[in-house]
Each structure stands twice: as C-alpha cells, then as structure tokens.
Nanobody
Framework: QVQLVESGGGLVQAGGSLRLSCAAS????????MGWYRQAPGKQRELVAR???????NYADSVKGRFTISRDIAKNMVYLQLNSLKPEDTAVYYC??????????WGQGTQVTVSS
C-alpha cells in the first residue's frame, strides 16, 4: 500500500509563487511515475505535471514555463514549484503515484487559491 501526503498549498496573489510537496510512503519500489493533478470547482480533474521513473517530465500546456515538477528519490518526495500564478490556477492540487502494474494512488489534496 502507498500513502501520499501533500503540503504547501495556500492563498497567494496573482504573480506569486508556491511550492507544493508530496511525501510518499509504503511499497513504492514499483514506481512508474508521480504527478500532480488539479481540480477546480465544477471542473474535471486535470493533469498538471508528471515525472516518470527515468526522469522524463511532461506538463499541461496551461502551466508550461510557469510550473516545475521535481523529485528527491532518496526522500520519496515530489515537488511542484508554481510561479507566475494566475487566478485560473485556483484549485485543489492532488499528488498521484502510478506503479508499473498500473495501480494509481492519490493524496488528500491541498488547496491553492490565487487572488486577482
């Protein structure tokens, strides 16, 4: 079993920055990728950024150049640096982990609110 705990959300003004952290614990030796998703009120959950086992990353077009995903393998942590935040980035951000056999795990989410 895998547990994911996010932290780092909060309220920030437009143009500001936040750093989200996700701590993974449990049986994560079969990792395929970890990522961040977000869900705004009334909208579907969407992929923000993902980092694969080999280090490859991909991003949603809406956050390219502003957000950066990174990881610390030794600490079982994944991070999301959010820069140049916009009000439309307001959402609950969820950490996700996918194993090599396709099992998907989610954190409880952390709220990011960007004021205009």
């Amino acid at each position: 079993q895998v547990q994911l705990v996010e932290s780092g959300g909060g309220l920030v003004q437009a143009g500001g920055s936040l750093r989200l952290s996700c701590a993974a614990s449990g049986s994560i030796s079969s990792l395929n990728n970890m990522g961040w998703y977000r869900q705004a009120p009334g909208k579907q959950r969407e992929l923000v950024a993902r980092i694969f086992r080999g280090g490859t990353t991909n991003y949603a077009d809406s956050v390219k150049g502003r957000f950066t995903i990174s990881r610390d393998i030794a600490k079982n942590m994944v991070y999301l640096q959010l820069n140049s935040l916009k009000p439309e980035d307001t959402a609950v951000y969820y950490c996700n982990l996918v194993t090599i056999n396709g099992r998907s795990y989610w954190g409880q989410g952390t709220q990011v609110t960007v004021s205009s």
